[in-house]
């Protein structure tokens, strides 16, 4: 009992002497244990200690042949660490193996089973030598079983020392073995030829992939592959042609080949620290190129590290952005130059980042700026016109909107600027910021009042034509009427009533003459200096219908003029009068030759505002001319007729006093509205 | 005394009174007087009536006096007009004797001159202009020798209109209503003399583009043979300008 099982026990060894052999073959195969020649060694001893045990049971050439073919299977595999395995080496140990099985036979061994052990138990290396891991598991499944038969079922190891009593049974067993064995091992043979074709075909096809993405990047970018002293070793065509160096020349040349000196050493000494420490670097950077243009790059360098974790390459994949960086210096350079101040604006009107020339405007440097409310900086009387810009634009009114307005400087100083405001959405479309370019006006603006003074004095000189015109035909109605009473007078030859209804005539006439000089009082003085003075509406239009109503009369235009409120308005008397004459004399002029003639002034009280309106017997005014109207310069009088300031003068008087002034256009009739408050409740400054 | 034999004159002024008062004046004329609001009335007038002459304020509403200036002077040159000025700068004198007006007052104006024009203006030709004169002392003298007349309209030495000529000269200009003598000498064939008196009507003291220095006279008395040489002149060129402003375009 002893004896056998001694022999159980060596046969087991054996068997995990195979198993050793087997887990090695597996575990290095996942690469999990780096010392797996050391491993397979150990299992290749005990393989040959565990047949030396069993050669002392006896059978010695058996056990000499168990010896030769189970351990030249592990030698085999031990050799094959070095070089990977393949199917030609599988099909020599197969051999090697059916060899031995032969000399099993010659030798007159009475029983086949020790060696089919070993054949079966080698069927898992060739299944872990291609590392699927089901198969793992399968072959530990097998070689269980195997060592299992070995114990309780196995009846050929004591064979040799039983006779051959069940010698029949025992060869009927080898015999379905090697049946079940040979089959297995053809199948996964096949599979395994199957498999090699299929890795063939599929390393084919990624290396085409491989080639096919490689070109399309090699096309795309600037590629460059470098050792990790930055010695290159290939460049792609893009390469060479932004730098004009050709591939000769760039292949084994320091990368600093295309320095061009425009980064600081810290630059460089970021970005070496960065990719030597295994990590990705990407930047923009300033290259020169071999006819010493600087061009600038978007670079990724990227380190492959090698097997051992080292750096072995630094790989470079660059994108030329020259004409982005040009453009964006020319941004800088428009952002920071002389003539125009630029600033940057958030939804809150904060300063988020201004020029230098926009702090100069304000009188502050441009860092002080930043963080600033845009209005504390306005004008006080420009600061319902700008916010009321402002929030149009927020709402998305419209794009942007130019106006002009003053800035209030710390020294107190007034400078006046053409303002474009435009909004900036961001990627979604909603308003992210406002930009708002500046250009100082001051001067043109002084020449502006200058020249709008001037064209009051040409206006005031076609004025004066047309008083003459007023004046001389009276003028011409007495002196004619005179000297021919004069004349019946001197003949002797007249009747007394004739003389009488000349003379009447001329009374009425002078009358007419003495009205128009009463209102030419109104335009005797410029008005603007005129302090703001109660005046009622009733003398206001008084003074107006006394120049102008002869006139209408005259021109048989029909001047309407609808109840005058009881109320006394706090303005600059002369100032507006002459801003509703200015209006009747232009409605005068439009309804001149239409066949129907007719103006009409109207005067409401709405809670503390004062409503003028001029409504004439014309119907409205086209859409083009309607928007220029108030411009200055702008007229539709024949040359030499009229300067074009009325409307705009007017309007700055009306707006002076904190009025609007507007052309109402849902009227069917041409109508201008004045809508002055009656009470002035801001403090005017004399303006110098 | 001035008698107009019941002559048809147009008075154009859309201020009544006035109206009335030219009215009245030429009636005591001896004129039968036809009055027009503005100027297309005025004109709806000339198309059915034979108007011996026009008076026309310049500032009417609904077709100026200029607009009826040009559209009389374009049909027929030979209907006298006479612009009344009411404003400055309504009409400058040269523009208006230029564009074919035979006489312009300003308002007010002396009517029995007003009435004297138009009687001059409607007057042929001959009997205006030749009248027996003596040159006076104190009369601006103009004294011109040229090549032949028409030569010296081409050299642009003086321009002639119906009423008038325009004389480029320079240096001291003679005030506006100054009494002008001139003698033009022409020497080609025979010896050719164009004579007479006229009135200084404008003068322009700087030059314009196109226009020189230089006054528009109004002929009042020329000498018979003077006429002659004035007809033969006109008869080729049939300027539309009473005085022109300028010098004619050959």
């Known amino acids: 009992m002893r004896n056998q099982f001694k022999i159980k026990l060596s046969r087991m060894i054996g068997s995990f002497a195979e198993l050793g052999v087997l887990s090695d073959l597996a575990t290095s195969h996942a690469k ?84 089919w052990f070993f054949l079966s138990a080698q069927i898992p290396f060739i299944i872990f030598e291609f590392g699927e891991l089901r198969l793992v598991v399968f072959s530990l499944v097998w070689t269980g079983l195997l060592i299992g038969l070995a114990w309780f079922g196995d009846f050929s190891f004591i064979l040799p020392l039983m006779d051959s009593v069940t010698e029949n049974y025992a060869k009927t067993f080898s015999l379905l073995n090697f049946l079940v064995v040979f089959a297995i091992l053809s199948l996964f043979t096949y599979y395994m030829i199957l498999d090699e074709k299929n890795l063939t075909v599929h390393t084919q096809e990624l290396q085409t992939k491989f080639k096919k993405q490689m070109a399309a990047l090699e096309a795309s970018a600037i590629i460059v592959f470098t050792d990790p002293a930055g010695k290159i070793l290939h460049v792609n065509d893009e390469f060479c042609k932004v730098s004009g160096y050709t591939k000769e020349e760039l292949i084994g040349s320091p990368h600093s080949i295309v320095n061009s000196g425009y980064h600081s050493k810290e630059f460089f000494e970021d970005l070496w620290s960065t990719i030597s420490s295994k990590k990705i670097w990407r930047g923009e950077i300033c290259n020169r190129s071999k006819d010493g243009r600087n061009y600038w790059v978007y670079t990724t360098i990227v380190p492959m590290l090698g097997e051992n974790g080292q750096i072995e390459q630094y790989a470079a994949i660059r994108h030329e952005i020259t004409e982005k960086k040009m453009k964006e210096g020319k941004f800088y350079s428009l952002f920071h130059q002389e003539g125009v101040a630029i600033c940057f604006i958030n939804l809150k009107g904060e300063i988020i980042e201004a020029n230098k020339k926009y702090g100069d405007l304000y009188g502050y440097s441009a860092k002080d700026l930043s963080g600033k409310k845009i209005f504390d900086l306005t004008h006080p009387d420009d600061l319902v016109k700008s916010s009321e810009f402002v929030n149009k634009i927020k709402l998305g009114q419209a794009g942007f909107f130019v106006f002009e307005r003053r800035i209030l400087k710390p020294d107190g100083s007034i400078v006046w600027n053409l303002v474009n405001l435009a909004l900036i959405r961001d990627a979604s479309g909603k308003p992210d910021y406002l930009t708002a370019v500046l250009q100082d006006i001051t001067q043109s603006k002084e020449l502006q009042q200058k020249l709008i003074q001037s064209a009051k004095m040409s206006s005031l000189g076609e004025m004066a034509g047309g008083i003459a015109h007023e004046i001389n035909n009276p003028l011409g109605i007495i002196h004619g009427k005179a000297s021919q009473i004069l004349k019946m007078v001197k003949s002797g030859v007249f009747s007394h009533d004739a003389i009488v209804e000349q003379l009447g005539k001329i009374v009425s006439t002078s009358d007419r003459i003495a009205k128009i000089i009463r209102g030419l009082k109104s335009f005797s003085r410029n008005g603007e200096q005129d302090p703001f003075e109660l005046e009622s509406v009733e003398s206001l239009m008084g003074s107006v219908l006394d120049l102008c109503s002869e006139r209408f009369k005259n021109k048989s235009v029909d001047l309407q003029i609808g109840s005058l409120p009881k109320i006394g308005i706090e303005c600059r008397g002369v100032q507006l009068s002459q801003v509703i004459l200015n209006l009747l004399n232009n409605a005068h002029d439009a309804v001149m030759l239409l066949p129907e003639k007719w103006v009409r002034v109207d005067i409401k009280v709405l809670e503390s505002q004062v409503q003028f309106s001029v409504t004439d017997s014309g119907h409205g005014i086209p859409d083009a001319i309607a928007e220029k109207l108030m411009q200055p310069f702008f007229t539709t009088k024949e040359v030499g007729k009229g300067t074009g300031l009325g409307l705009s003068i007017s309007k700055g008087i009306v707006e002076d006093h904190g009025g609007k002034f507007w052309l109402d256009r849902t009227s069917v009739h041409t109508k201008f509205i004045i809508e002055l408050p009656i009470r002035q409740n801001k403090v005017f400054k004399k303006t110098a | 005394m001035i008698s107009f034999k019941k002559k048809k004159i147009l008075v154009t002024d859309d201020e009544p009174g006035y109206q009335e008062v030219l009215r009245d004046e030429f009636r005591m004329a001896d004129a039968t007087v036809l009055t027009a609001g503005n100027g297309s009335q005025a004109l709806d007038i000339l198309k059915n009536e034979d108007i011996c002459a026009i008076i026309s304020d310049v500032r009417m509403p609904g077709g100026n006096g200029i607009e009826l200036l040009d559209r009389v002077k374009t049909k027929n040159e030979k209907t006298p007009i006479v612009m009344l000025i009411t404003g400055f700068a309504d009409l400058e004198p040269e523009d208006g004797y230029d564009k074919g007006a035979e006489a312009i007052f300003s308002k007010p104006c002396n009517l029995d001159q007003l009435v004297e024009a138009i009687y001059r203006a409607s007057l042929p030709e001959k009997e205006r202009f030749v009248q027996k004169y003596e040159v006076a002392s104190n009369d601006f003298q103009i004294k011109l020798r040229v090549k032949s007349f028409d030569d010296a309209i081409q050299k642009k030495l003086f321009s002639m209109g119906r009423g008038g000529m325009f004389l480029p000269i320079t240096g001291k200009l003679p005030c506006v209503g100054m009494r002008v003598s001139f003698l033009m000498t022409s020497n080609l064939i025979s010896k050719t003399i164009f004579e007479g008196i006229g009135i200084c009507r404008w003068s322009r003291a700087v030059a314009e583009p196109n226009l020189p220095t230089g006054i528009g006279i109004e002929f009042t008395h020329l000498t018979e043979k003077s006429y002659h040489v004035y007809s033969k002149l006109m008869s080729k060129g049939k300027p539309r300008a009473f005085i022109p402003k300028g010098i004619q375009k050959s």
């Not at chain 1, 150990?42 to 050439?61: E, N, T």
């Open chain 1, 32 to 115: 999990k244990i780096t010392n797996a020649n050391i491993l397979s060694l150990i299992f290749f001893v005990v393989g040959c200690v565990y047949s030396v045990i069993y050669a002392f049971q006896h059978i010695v050439v058996i056990s000499l042949i168990s010896l030769v073919s189970g351990s030249s299977f592990s030698l085999v595999l031990l050799l094959n660490k070095i070089k990977k395995y393949n199917i030609s080496r599988l099909f020599l140990v197969f051999s090697l193996n059916i060899i031995v099985f032969v000399f099993y036979k010659l030798l007159g061994a009475s029983s086949g089973f020790h060696y």
